[in-house]
């Protein structure tokens, strides 16, 4: 333990409450001593020409333990977390076996003690994401889990989903009075079904099978119809059509209680990258139309999808290294996040720290800790990043275990310099240090 | 050719004149085929791996007979007998056969783009035997060289696919080899067997085959995989076979000139009736003879002493 003080110096703070030129005093009780120019500490990081940003929370990440530790462990993945800036993922619980019962979320807390981000499990809504039985809802909830998905699917049975929503509605009284939040894989199974991309001129070229954009968009339809009728929240995960968005949009509009995520590669590339077969860029939703692409765009700049999530899904090499159409869906996402939001929304910093920040913060109900203002007495998870920094993806240089970025090679502007966790550096200068 | 000539993965590699310069090249090889000994050292020294992931038999054959036709050594990879069988991923599997010395793979494959991907992985050459969905070009070569031959100049010629395009890895490569060479290229079935979009590929639609075909100079007639009435895309057979198959009235109003082409195997009163199968405008086998000849082409082509020589007729006397 260090009985001293860190000085973050030189940088530009910016948070909910807007921007300011400030050094940031961490105390050894990893609290925010003081936020104002002009401090310094006994040990100090360097910030100049940086924005010093509350920690940033993925609400979707696939770190595959247990079951899948040669693609990916809690403790790699959350290395990886920290050199992209994330100070707290939700992990997804579609590991092996799944995360639906206190036991394995138990095992998945104690594997994250002591990692370089903060782990939050989610649980699974149904037993074993078989879509056939509610999971234990509340014994999960009493273990801290806030956010419920069969992601990897979606709940198909419209009778289900209604009652996992009415069930989770009404256990607010185990998570300190905040809602339960549902989260939704939207996909349509009988109609996505054997579909390998999206279903589009460019599938149609390739000769492989497609998912229509349909097969999300009558999901998130008929999930915003269960929001109406249980009033239970209701997160859809990684959109990627524009009929989707406008349907938020709308239901958003209407009162209901919805909230939305899109990740980095639905906002950067479309299906004609599946055009050299490249099972990198292979992903599920799939990679949609350029149109589609610029509705995702428009609805992160508008405020209707509130969140960036990464959907970090590593596969190993001989996963991946197969057929197009045999390969496993997913790309990594963790490192590349934040750049890419940097360089290709093309929307103020504050708004894009925002989207990575307290927004999906508050989704997670873990704004006390992650997301929060920069002021004194708040818990000091910060991330410190280079808007202007350019870099070159490497898969092979990343922290995770596997190497399957869609980006490799790709020239980006924008770099997580240093990450904090609880008042401790665990990225200094791009390196990871825990 | 694409990726500088070494490949055949696609149609698309192909340009007009590539086509044109391996029509020309295939006439030679096909009189290597009426010799009595039918055999020419062009490949000799080379060895080919055969990398069959689905059944095939002719095309197989033919490009074995192709292959030994032009001295080249070849290995089988057998995959039911083999390491794919026991869980080796393909990287592993070509990687392995790679190592052999080897400097070309004539790769089938069930899923779209699987030879794409193993030209990531070794520096043989890679020709694509058919692939998922996607393409089979020796298949269009060999097409556009039958109709040639009937037909002449392609320019302009009428030429129908007709049936389950959507599965189909050979409509694909004929709808652009065709259109490549000047023909009119018009897909006919239901919206069920019909890729979900056509934006960017260079023919017309229709879903009446009756509207089209007192004009056409080719009925080329797609291979009805049997289990799509399963998959419930069409009714039945028996509709599929009145509704888009060749009978003898359909066949009755192609002009006296016509071509019924057919990829093989064919199901005889689905997609074509039996006798119209049998009528001598039907070009099934000439078809398949002419497929070794193409292929004799496409392995000199990409494997001999390349394009420079096409024209030097010594390599093939």
């Known amino acids: 333990m260090s009985s001293d003080t860190l000085a973050i110096r030189g940088g530009t703070v910016v948070d909910a409450t807007g921007s300011r030129r400030a050094d940031v005093i961490v105390g050894e009780d990893g609290r925010i001593l003081a936020v104002e120019p002009g401090l310094d500490g006994d040990r100090s990081l360097d910030a100049s020409g940086c924005i010093v940003a509350p920690g940033f929370v993925d609400l979707h990440t696939h770190l595959r333990q247990p079951g899948h530790e040669e693609a990916e462990t809690i403790e790699s993945a959350a290395r990886g977390a920290a050199l992209g800036g994330f100070t707290a993922v939700v992990a997804m619980p579609n590991t092996t076996p799944t995360m639906d019962s206190a036991a394995v979320v138990r095992e998945v807390q104690e594997l994250a003690v002591g990692v370089a981000c903060e782990v939050f499990p989610s649980a699974a809504i149904t037993v074993d994401r078989r879509g056939e039985a509610l999971a234990p809802m509340a014994e999960l909830a009493r273990l801290g889990v806030r956010i419920f998905t069969d992601d990897g699917s979606g709940v198909q049975n419209e009778r289900l989903m209604r009652t996992a929503l009415e069930y989770a509605g009404s256990l607010s009284h185990l998570s300190d009075g905040q809602p339960l939040v549902l989260a939704q894989h939207c996909e349509v199974d009988s109609l996505a079904k054997g579909g390998v991309m999206h279903e589009g001129e460019w599938s149609s070229l390739l000769g492989m099978p497609g998912q229509p954009a349909e097969a999300e968009e009558l999901m998130v339809m008929r999930d915003i119809a269960l929001a109406r009728l249980t009033g239970t929240r209701l997160h859809f995960q990684h959109l990627s059509t524009a009929g989707s968005v406008a349907m938020v949009r709308a239901a958003k509009q209407a009162g209901l209680p919805v909230s939305a995520e899109a990740t980095p590669h639905h906002f950067t590339l479309d299906h004609s990258s599946c055009a050299g077969f490249d099972s990198a860029f292979k992903v599920h939703p799939p990679l949609r139309t350029v149109e589609d692409v610029a509705a995702v765009k428009a609805g992160l700049a508008d405020g209707t999808i509130d969140a960036i999530a990464t959907d970090h899904a590593p596969h190993t090499s001989q996963d991946k290294d197969r057929p197009f159409g045999e390969a496993p869906p997913g790309m990594i996402g963790l490192e590349t996040a934040f750049t890419l939001a940097n360089s290709e929304l093309g929307l103020p910093i504050e708004q894009v720290i925002g989207l990575l920040s307290w927004r999906p913060a508050a989704i997670a109900g873990i704004h006390g800790r992650h997301g929060g203002p920069i002021v004194e007495g708040a818990a000091a998870n910060l991330t410190v990043v280079d808007p202007d920094a350019e870099w070159s993806v490497s898969g092979a240089a990343m922290a995770s275990r596997s190497t399957n970025t869609p980006f490799e090679g790709r020239k980006l502007r924008g770099r997580v310099r240093h990450t904090i966790l609880d008042g401790e550096p665990v990225v200094i200068d791009n390196l990871a240090v825990r | ?317």
């Open chain 2, 1 to 317: 050719m694409n990726r500088s000539n070494r490949h055949l993965l696609s149609m698309t590699d192909l340009d007009r004149a590539d086509i044109e310069q391996l029509l020309t090249l295939t006439e030679s090889f096909a009189e290597v085929g009426e010799r009595p000994i039918p055999k020419v050292p062009a490949l000799r020294g080379k060895t080919i791996a055969w990398l069959f992931y689905e059944d095939s038999t002719r095309t197989r054959l033919s490009f074995e007979t192709a292959a030994k036709r032009l001295s080249a050594d070849t290995m089988n990879f057998s995959v039911s007998s083999s390491a794919a069988n026991k869980g080796e991923s393909l990287r592993d599997t070509v990687e392995t056969i790679a190592a052999m010395g080897i400097d070309g793979i004539v790769v089938r494959h069930r899923s779209a783009g699987a030879p794409h991907r193993i030209t990531d992985w070794v520096d043989a050459s890679v020709i694509n035997a058919g692939d998922g969905w996607h393409q089979h070009p020796t298949q269009a070569l060999l097409d556009l060289y039958t109709a040639r031959e009937h037909l002449g100049d392609l320019d302009g010629k009428h030429i129908a696919i007709v049936g389950d395009v959507k599965h189909s890895r050979v409509a694909r490569s004929n709808a652009l080899g065709f259109a490549e060479m000047g023909a009119k290229v018009t897909l006919v079935g239901p919206r069920t067997l019909m890729p979900p979009s056509l934006v960017g590929w260079p023919v017309e639609v229709t879903h009446d085959l009756d509207e089209v075909i007192d004009d056409l100079d080719i009925c080329y007639l797609l291979r009805m995989q049997l289990e799509r009435q399963k998959d419930a895309v069409v009714p039945t057979l028996r509709e599929f076979h009145t509704e888009y198959g060749l009978g003898v009235a359909r066949a009755d109003r192609l002009g006296g000139d016509a071509l019924i082409m057919h990829p093989g195997p064919m199901n005889r009163g689905v997609e074509i009736a039996g006798s119209v199968a049998d009528r001598p405008n039907a070009v099934v086998t000439e078809q398949v003879t002419n497929g070794v000849a193409i292929r004799m082409a496409v392995l000199f082509l990409l494997l001999g002493s390349g394009l420079d020589v096409v024209d030097d007729q010594r390599a093939v006397a």
